[in-house]
């Protein structure tokens, strides 16, 4: 008589291991997830006018701004140089999380159906 659930005989060798694989790199990305958000990532725009630093959690902890780039007749310069700033250190933050991922997945950057990692 058949047992109710499960495989015949408990559960094969192979499919253990990739269970306890399938942990271990769990952990391992939560721990480079942590580790991310506690880097800091710093951009500058206009040759260094404007510099913007940012954390792993995307959030602004610094901004420069060079006092020779303050001009009250050109206010839209200051801003797009901000912008800048900001979207650098972003896409900092971005390469870095994408490059830990691909360490740890071995560069299948597809797999689970389409993680953004």
Do not use: W, Y
Request: charged fraction near 25%; charge should be negative.
């Amino acid at each position: 008589m058949a047992r109710k659930g499960g495989f015949p005989g408990g559960m094969p060798g192979n499919m253990n291991n990739l269970m306890k694989q399938a942990q271990r790199m769990q952990r391992q990305m939560e721990e480079n997830q942590k580790a991310l958000e506690e880097k800091e990532f710093t951009a500058a725009a206009g040759g260094g006018a404007v510099e913007v630093t940012v954390t792993g959690k995307r959030e602004v902890v610094k901004v420069h701004i060079d006092p020779e780039a303050v001009d009250p007749e050109d206010v839209e310069m200051l801003e797009d140089l901000i912008m800048a700033a900001v979207n650098e250190a972003m896409r900092k933050v971005d390469e870095e999380s994408v490059s830990a991922m691909s360490k740890l997945t071995g560069g299948l950057g597809g797999l689970g159906g389409g993680l953004p990692f």
